[in-house]
Structure formats: C-alpha cells, structure tokens
C-alpha cells in the first residue's frame, strides 16, 4: 500500500486518511482533553474520495492514521466512451481507462488534458484543463 502513518492529533482539515480501507478526505475535525488521568481524544469527519462515503471515528491523539500517498499526474484524452475516456499519461505514455463521474459529464471531450490522481492503487479524474 502506498501510505504512511501520521499521529491523529496531527491530521488537519483537507488532509487525507484512509479509514477501513477508503481513501478519505478530512471534513471536520475535534480534538478534546477527556480529563485529570485521560488522554486526549480526536473525533474525525471524514468522505470517501471515490464513493463519497461519510466516516466518523473517534480515537486517542497518540493514536496512529494511515495517510495515503497521492500522486498527482496529467493525461491527454485519446477516446471517449459513454461513462468512460481512454487517456494516455504525459510522462510515461501509459494509456488507460478513467471513469467520468457526473461532475465532468459532457466536459471531457478528445485532444483535451485532464488531471488525475492515484490513490491506493485505483485512479480518479479529478479535473479538465
């Protein structure tokens, strides 16, 4: 897996986690002194970046998160096919199959550049240049 372990106390809003196994963004988040013999407990809001998952937990601020590697690339649109467009990666000119989600519906059109990630493996078309 591509990810690295961070302390919960030191995740922010906007960072990425990856909770059960689905990779999240951070939503909102409470950190909190229980009291005298306590430790400190963070709750966390976090969404699925893929199926857009709500996923609440609660945890000691010593506590360990994975935080996945997310690499962030370009690729030109060779095809375009219903919910999916065939790209080609401008670096490595490996060409694959990206799902268009309803957000770039009819915005995703041959020659054009979009931007994707890789997270945990899976890849996400998360813009149109």
Known sequence: MDTKN???GGIKVGNYVVFDGIPCVVKSLHKGK????GAAKCRI???GLFEEKKIIKVMPASDNVQVPL????NAQV???NGNKANVMDLETYESFDLE???E????VEENNE???WTVLGKKILRQVK
């Open 100 to 102: 268009i989600t309803d």
């Open 6 to 8: 961070e302390s919960a």
């Open 45 to 47: 809001e976090a969404v």
């Open 104 to 107: 770039f519906k009819g915005k």
């Open 70 to 73: 997310v690499e962030k690339r």
């Open 114 to 116: 979009v931007g994707y």
């Open 34 to 37: 229980t009291g005298k013999h």
């Open 78 to 80: 060779l095809s375009v």
